[in-house]
């Protein structure tokens, strides 16, 4: 893979920036669309300003069949000829790009702000007018289907459950759902912007709270970062706690999820089950650490709590308690005719609209396509014990609730194993300073997908730069293609299928 | 419909005993923090410039806490050469207003309930409309789960509704991002008078991790009164049960809780 145009590098690796291959803009765009027609996938792209005023662009490009990740540079001015034409999964970077940097994509299709937030650098004149730069969130053009008996629907920011905010625009003819446009940045709070120049004190909590339901997804795409840097090895044991957590983060959501998607079809027994169940998985998290959401559990270097005989013992025997009634629990779902009835043939997303969009995760899976980063890209503990991808071809509701079952089974087993057969050693180790003038590239399979993050150093070995890309950056498209041709009244049943994270795309 | 009766039976009766007993929590919950003031010197600041969020101070007194930023990482802990600090089972954190959250190690005050008027207008029947205001989705899982069959909120009269209007108060997460400040004013307006603020977790209270980002307005009091503070990052689901029922007097009056545990 590694060419004059790109370098080939691990899941989990850092390289000095020096070694990336800077290309024309020509040149990086042909090899960009040229490799994601190939197959491959963007993972992160995004620019990096420069003293000259100029910006960086970087792309991560992830292979899985061969488990490579390339990496690729261009520099750019106040403008560029955009990929998305060419190369769909670039749009939402594309918006990005242009609200972050003030660089203008052009020929992209539909160029407006995804958070709406004051470009990072004053001199920058946005990639639109002034006017559109300083409008509130959700105050935009929105697509617009005109004719007779054609009407919009707007939804949020505040909605009526307890979630997180976020504005749905729908365009309907009657019941039906032409088209759906959603428009995030209510929960904007500047995590990139203050991880510069990092790390801080603070710098751990802020990506354990980039999104509060994957606490130990965030820390572990960080830590492992951070320790790529510092070129730090990990003891084994520590390895697999943050493996057990990882795990037991997709259990509680997972578990929730189901739940959840049998209380929006009016299933209310597997609803009541597994609002309680979620909470089983919960404390058993907390049983490892004292949090229910794995805060400060993992660590640069490690974990900072160790698992003795006895917790061990403790959390196997609540692990079986909890999935043994989750079996019964989730049981009822598969085997009533009306919840099938609901969930078949809703919010289908075609295979071939999540190759071209680039979704992935348990989305992505449910569209038939093994994308897994435990499996793909594997680091950590995954390098060693692997876990079956599970996936379904429909696409639907029912895909996107069954992959999440299925899964269930298979990390429940993972945690069972990895606790009944923990390493000896510690489970933690000192990590040095990082090295200066390095981009770092990690990945990891949160429990809605993969979570990428980018750390590019400073001569100092301080945060230049440090991006994140949450799986629902990806994958807020598909929930949107999902909508398309449905009823209105399905959105929630669909949206939950997807459980999105506002937070983690807001950052 | 056997399979769903047979999962009935199975699944059996799972609502806690709480507030009749006292909730069990894992051993490795951290809640109040306690300081040895006879262990610390209060000279070498190394608990200050390890809090994440400056939520500790120290002074000829010895060392205080702001409960109201303070994340529960326990990094203090980890830091104070001495051992001075460590974090105890007391869960009962909420507290009515924002000066009492600052706490100097000695005894810890419960929240006091509404007055005697309040309490006969929410006592029985407490309508709330949960905004998040770029909370990062763990204070507000744990407050949906207070409706899962386990808390069963509804026995205390406490509902969360679809509508601002439908509502007696808010309940407020996350440190409220300027993408989010007018969507609560415009909510908090549409509740009917008299109405209830309630803020829930570091972030609401103080900014949390994000306090001074320009993207934020530091918690929920720089925009709206608030009437019940409940700390925790994000507060175990019996804190801010506890709380709850603390201001609607349904929980016994505040005496000296037990300490050290």
Known sequence: MTDAVSLAVHNGSAVPLSEIPQLSVAEWRAHVIASVAAGARIASYFGHPLAGGGVRLFAVLAHGDSGTLSLSAAEVGANFQGLTPECEQAHWFERELAEQWGVKPEGHPWLKPIRFHAPYRRSAQGGWSAAAAAAEPGVTDFFR????????????????????????????????????????????????????????????????????????????????????????????????????????????????????????????????????????????????????????????????????????????????????????????????????????????????????????????????????????????????????????????????????????????????????????????????????????????????????????????????QYKVVDPSFHNWMGLALALRGEEISDFPLCNKSFNLSYCGHDL | MLKALRARVLQGHRTTTFPRQEPSLPDRFRGLPAFDQTKCRGVCPQCVDACPTDAISMDAHGIRIDLGRCLFCTECADACPEGAIRYTAEYRLARRTRQDLIFAGRTWELAEALDAESRRLFGRSLKLRQVSAGGCNGCEADVNVLNTVVFDLGRFGIQFVASPRHADGLLITGPVTRNMRRALEKTYEAVPAPKLVIAVGACAISGGPYRDHEEVCNGADAVLPVDLYIPGCPPHPFTILDGLLRLLGKREPAQSPERNR
């Not at chain 1, 625009?169 to 990139?192: D, K, M, N, P, S």
């Open chain 1, 145 to 464: 289907v005109a004719g007779e008996e054609v009407h919009q629907v707007a939804v949020g920011p505040v909605h009526a459950g307890i979630i997180e905010p976020g504005h749905f625009r729908f365009q309907c003819h009657g019941e039906r759902v032409f088209h759906l446009e959603i428009a995030l940045g209510y929960q904007h709070r500047g995590i990139e912007r203050a991880l510069v120049g990092g790390p801080t004190k603070r710098t751990l909590h802020q990506l354990e709270t980039l999104a509060g339901d994957t606490s130990a997804g965030h820390d572990i795409a960080y830590c492992e970062a951070v320790e790529a840097l510092a070129g730090a090895r990990l003891p084994a044991r520590a390895e697999v706690v943050r493996g057990v957590a990882l795990e037991l983060e997709r259990l509680a959501n997972h578990t929730g999820d189901l739940g959840a998607l049998a209380g929006d079809v009016a299933y209310l027994p597997t609803a009541a089950y597994c609002g309680r169940i979620r909470g089983e998985f919960l404390n058993l998290t907390a049983g490892l650490c004292g949090s229910r959401f794995g805060r400060g559990l993992v660590r640069p270097g490690g974990v900072r709590f160790d698992v003795d005989c006895d917790r061990t013992a403790d959390l196997l025997t609540l692990l079986g308690r909890a999935c043994d009634d989750l079996n019964v629990a989730v049981s009822l779902l598969w085997d009533t005719p009306s919840v099938g009835a609901r969930f078949e043939r809703t919010g289908a997303v075609s295979r071939a609209d999540c190759e071209r969009l680039g979704l992935v995760g348990l989305a992505a899976r449910a569209c038939g396509l093994g994308r897994d980063v435990r499996h793909e890209f594997p680091s950590g503990i995954f390098r060693f014990v692997q876990i079956p991808t599970c996936t379904w071809n429909s696409g639907d509701v029912f895909a996107r609730a069954y992959v999440r079952w299925l899964e269930i089974g298979r990390s429940a087993a993972f945690v069972r194993e990895q606790l009944s057969a923990l390493p000896d050693g510690a489970v933690g180790a000192e990590v040095g300073a990082l090295a200066p003038n390095h981009l770092a590239v990690s990945l990891v399979e949160g429990w809605r997908g993969e979570i990428c993050h980018v750390a590019i150093t400073d001569a100092h070995g301080r945060f230049a």
